[in-house]
């Protein structure tokens, strides 16, 4: 993530522990800027990363006949990256802008296919809430919030987005208190680019600064946990 260095209803603990005991589950799907650091070390008696340690666990020990493989990287011939030296600086300027829109478009493309794909593929959990690995969404033919975001987030990785800038989360909604999985994209370290695999929180690609009434809660990995916490820090558009 660049040359980062990361890595009132209830009082925050307490709402914490009462989402543990019910489950994560999903928002329902329905229609002042601040700023945080995602990247925060959690607390030893964190709820959330107990079940996210769990996840994880099962996510590495479950690879799943149905997985589906990226294909191998394809060399170029004479393909490198610009050299800084004797390269006119509008090439590098039109390289460096164009790979940011390709990346962009992918990542926007992914979003409308999977809200499309959650009109069919939606399986909620019922009473007892389960973060599916996968390999298991697959199987299923389908799963709630937190299994079909694990396709967003898992595509953009094999699309070859930088595993430390993509990243599963946990966000709430402050007005009723519904949780929700989302996949973050850091292009900025400090105002990701939000996929939502519903539509519950989002439709579209928006950034976190434009999603108001929604709070990060956790951002997590296949072998990352943090917590996110209020800060100072403004970000520039």
């Not at 959330?48 to 996840?55: A, E, L, T, V």
């Not at 208190?177 to 439709?203: I, K, R, S, Y």
Request: with cysteine; charged share 25%.
């Amino acid at each position: 993530m660049g040359n980062s260095t990361h890595r009132g209803a209830f009082p925050p603990f307490l709402a914490l522990l009462l989402c543990l005991v019910l489950g994560l589950g999903c928002a329902a799907i329905s229609p002042g800027q601040l700023a945080y650091d995602y990247f925060a070390t959690p607390r030893v008696d964190d709820p959330w990363s107990r079940k996210i340690h769990r996840w994880q666990q099962r996510e590495r020990n479950d690879s799943g006949e149905d997985l589906l493989q990226a294909p191998a990287p394809v060399a170029e011939s004479g393909a490198t990256e610009p050299a800084g030296e004797g390269l006119p600086a509008s090439l590098r300027e039109k390289y460096r802008n164009f790979r940011v829109a390709q990346k962009r478009a992918q990542a926007r493309n992914l979003a409308d296919w999977i809200q499309e794909q959650a009109r069919e593929h939606y399986v909620p959990d019922g009473p007892i809430d389960r973060w599916a690995t996968l390999a298991e969404t697959l199987r299923q033919d389908g799963d709630d919030c937190d299994g079909l975001e694990l396709l967003t987030f898992h595509l953009l990785r094999e699309l070859g987005f930088d595993e430390d800038e993509v990243f599963r989360a946990i966000v709430y909604r402050k007005r009723d208190g519904q949780h929700h999985m989302v996949t973050l994209w850091f292009e900025d370290d400090h105002d990701p680019w939000v996929l939502d695999p519903t539509g519950a929180m989002t439709a579209g690609m928006p950034r976190m600064s434009e999603v108001p009434g929604w709070v990060p809660l956790k951002v997590f990995g296949e072998a990352e946990d943090f917590s996110v916490e209020r800060s100072r820090f403004v970000a520039s558009n």
